[in-house]
């Protein structure tokens, strides 16, 4: 059998099981969701469902706090299962951006994302792929990214001061302004990420954050500030109890990443010849440009997820338990909702690029920051104000690991940096969109790359290795 065709056959296979994957883990969710039923036995399912859809739902709305552990596992297997739909129905290609947008959509699932304000964002695309004659498949994957804009419209549906609302606070108004919204960010978003990715130079991973970001700036701007509106309300999860390390939602949780990750690892080995053979090889990987789908083939890419899982399940739990070994630190927010979910951004580019080695400078960064910032309060005789395992960190460390390439392609030294820089604007850029782009983190990347890009350029730093082939070694 020639090359040409065993490479063709080698792809199909990797397309079944990929394809298969996700589909996998939309019905997992589900499960979780019936155990949790069972075993958490919270309030009634219909009622807090019900709540979870007309709730406003701006960065960072905790659905385990607002209906349950278990409406929010059905929520994302629902939302998974949507991304499935449009994968399949559109005919995109299966390969690593694929993965990364539907884990995108299942990520924010747990926090900001239903399946009921998800629907208008992917029909803006949906309408600019109508109009200009664009094919649908070149355009679902902007399609699922292009949902990180639902959180407008929960707010425009349910919270936006419109004189039309009814006793269950929904809108006429909200709905068609959220269609206007929809359609022009459907037509917007197509058009500014090439520009905005060519800005970063591919060293956020991230690439829609940055794009989305902006149009969120603008949207935001206009809909508040400009208007004379006053600032959206408070997240309805603020206030809450938070779930300690040991609460039954925080184990439920974590068990259900654990047996995921370990299921993930077992299907790499087997499929892999039961073998972790290559997995050497990927780990070398600069992340700048790389594509573990094509260049080491979905078994290792499965291997990744269940490696990248466990060890970002490590980094949690360390993190976590900082306050309880160092009194007087804020204490941590723990197995949210939202650090559920941003498990699975972190891991949404597994297949993309990211492993442990190249985002291990991200996790340094974000720990010298923290460093400092201590041992600055404590000059100044003031209580340390976060701790690594805070909520906006937490979500802002999955995110910096988009930041990878440059660790990848410039060292160690300049990844720490890169981290470093993110972690001090992670916690105010949400203030720039109002808290309406779930894709905050990768707003930030984004911003972060183009600091980061500009001094490199300016002191005529040349990276240190060389693009990523199977045989390129990284730091």
Same mark, same amino acid.
């Given at each position: 059998?020639?090359?040409?065709?065993?490479?063709?056959?080698?792809?199909?296979?990797?397309?079944?099981?990929?394809?298969?994957?996700?589909?996998?883990?939309?019905?997992?969710?589900?499960?979780?969701?019936?155990?949790?039923?069972?075993?958490?036995?919270?309030?009634?399912?219909?009622?807090?469902?019900?709540?979870?859809?007309?709730?406003?739902?701006?960065?960072?709305?905790?659905?385990?706090?607002?209906?349950?552990?278990?409406?929010?596992?059905?929520?994302?297997?629902?939302?998974?299962?949507?991304?499935?739909?449009?994968?399949?129905?559109?005919?995109?290609?299966?390969?690593?951006?694929?993965?990364?947008? +539907?884990?995108?959509?299942? &990520?924010? @699932?747990?926090? *900001? #994302?239903?399946?009921?304000?998800?629907?208008? /964002?992917? =029909? %803006?695309?949906?309408?600019?792929?109508?109009?200009?004659?664009?094919?649908?498949?070149?355009?679902?994957?902007?399609?699922?990214?292009?949902?990180?804009?639902?959180?407008?419209?929960?707010?425009?549906?349910?919270?936006?001061?419109?004189?039309?609302?009814?006793?269950?606070?929904?809108?006429?108004?909200?709905?068609?302004?959220?269609?206007?919204?929809?359609?022009?960010?459907?037509?917007?978003?197509?058009?500014?990420?090439?520009?905005?990715?060519?800005?970063?130079?591919?060293?956020?991973? +991230?690439?829609?954050?940055? &794009?989305? @970001?902006?149009? *969120? #700036?603008?949207?935001?701007?206009?809909?508040? /500030?400009? =208007? %004379?509106?006053?600032?959206?309300?408070?997240?309805?999860?603020?206030?809450?109890?938070?779930?300690?390390?040991?609460?039954?939602?925080?184990?439920?949780?974590?068990?259900?990443?654990?047996?995921?990750?370990?299921?993930?690892?077992?299907?790499?080995?087997?499929?892999?010849?039961?073998?972790?053979?290559?997995?050497?090889?990927?780990?070398?990987?600069?992340?700048?440009?790389?594509?573990?789908?094509?260049?080491?083939?979905?078994?290792?890419?499965?291997?990744?997820?269940?490696?990248?899982?466990?060890?970002?399940?490590?980094?949690?739990?360390?993190?976590?338990?900082?306050?309880?070994?160092?009194?007087?630190?804020?204490?941590?927010?723990?197995?949210?909702?939202?650090?559920?979910?941003?498990?699975?951004?972190?891991?949404?580019?597994?297949?993309?690029?990211?492993?442990?080695?190249?985002?291990?400078?991200?996790?340094?960064?974000?720990?010298?920051?923290?460093?400092?910032?201590?041992?600055?309060?404590?000059?100044?005789?003031?209580?340390?104000?976060?701790?690594?395992?805070?909520?906006?960190?937490?979500?802002?460390?999955?995110?910096?690991?988009?930041?990878?390439?440059?660790?990848?392609?410039?060292?160690?030294?300049?990844?720490?940096?890169?981290?470093?820089?993110?972690?001090?604007?992670?916690?105010?850029?949400?203030?720039?969109?109002?808290?309406?782009?779930?894709?905050?983190?990768?707003?930030?990347?984004?911003?972060?790359?183009?600091?980061?890009?500009?001094?490199?350029?300016?002191?005529?730093?040349?990276?240190?290795?060389?693009?990523?082939?199977?045989?390129?070694?990284?730091?």
């Amino acid at each position: 059998m020639d090359n040409p065709t065993m490479q063709r056959m080698t792809s199909r296979r990797d397309d079944r099981m990929m394809s298969r994957f996700m589909l996998f883990l939309s019905l997992y969710f589900l499960f979780c969701s019936l155990c949790a039923v069972f075993i958490l036995e919270e309030g009634n399912f219909l009622s807090s469902l019900g709540r979870l859809l007309v709730s406003p739902s701006r960065l960072v709305t905790d659905y385990f706090a607002l209906s349950g552990v278990a409406v929010t596992f059905f929520n994302v297997g629902v939302c998974g299962l949507i991304a499935n739909a449009v994968i399949g129905l559109s005919r995109l290609p299966i390969n690593a951006t694929a993965f990364a947008a +539907y884990l995108l959509v299942v &990520a924010h @699932g747990f926090y *900001g #994302l239903n399946f009921l304000n998800l629907w208008l /964002p992917m =029909l %803006g695309v949906l309408l600019y792929c109508l109009v200009r004659r664009a094919r649908v498949s070149e355009n679902a994957h902007i399609m699922l990214f292009a949902t990180a804009l639902a959180p407008f419209v929960s707010d425009l549906l349910f919270a936006y001061p419109l004189p039309d609302r009814d006793g269950f606070g929904f809108s006429v108004i909200g709905l068609v302004l959220s269609v206007l919204l929809s359609v022009f960010s459907g037509f917007f978003a197509p058009a500014v990420l090439p520009g905005t990715t060519a800005m970063h130079r591919g060293y956020n991973m +991230y690439k829609a954050g940055l &794009a989305l @970001g902006l149009l *969120g #700036l603008f949207l935001y701007s206009f809909l508040y /500030p400009s =208007l %004379g509106i006053s600032e959206p309300l408070p997240s309805v999860t603020a206030g809450m109890p938070k779930p300690t390390l040991l609460s039954a939602q925080g184990i439920f949780a974590e068990v259900s990443l654990f047996v995921l990750f370990l299921i993930s690892l077992l299907l790499g080995f087997f499929f892999n010849g039961k073998s972790f053979r290559g997995y050497r090889s990927l780990l070398r990987a600069s992340g700048y440009g790389t594509d573990f789908y094509h260049l080491h083939g979905v078994p290792l890419c499965f291997v990744n997820f269940g490696v990248y899982g466990f060890a970002l399940l490590a980094y949690l739990n360390a993190v976590f338990a900082l306050p309880l070994l160092i009194p007087g630190l804020p204490a941590a927010a723990c197995f949210t909702g939202p650090t559920v979910g941003v498990v699975f951004a972190a891991l949404s580019f597994s297949a993309d690029g990211q492993n442990v080695r190249n985002i291990a400078p991200i996790a340094v960064g974000y720990f010298s920051l923290f460093l400092v910032c201590s041992l600055g309060c404590v000059a100044l005789s003031r209580p340390v104000a976060w701790t690594l395992g805070t909520q906006s960190y937490v979500n802002g460390f999955a995110f910096a690991t988009g930041l990878c390439p440059f660790a990848g392609k410039y060292g160690k030294r300049f990844g720490t940096l890169a981290g470093f820089l993110g972690a001090t604007i992670c916690t105010v850029t949400d203030e720039m969109h109002g808290g309406f782009v779930l894709y905050n983190g990768g707003f930030t990347a984004g911003l972060t790359a183009l600091i980061l890009i500009c001094l490199l350029d300016f002191y005529h730093i040349k990276p240190k290795f060389r693009d990523d082939t199977t045989e390129n070694a990284a730091p």
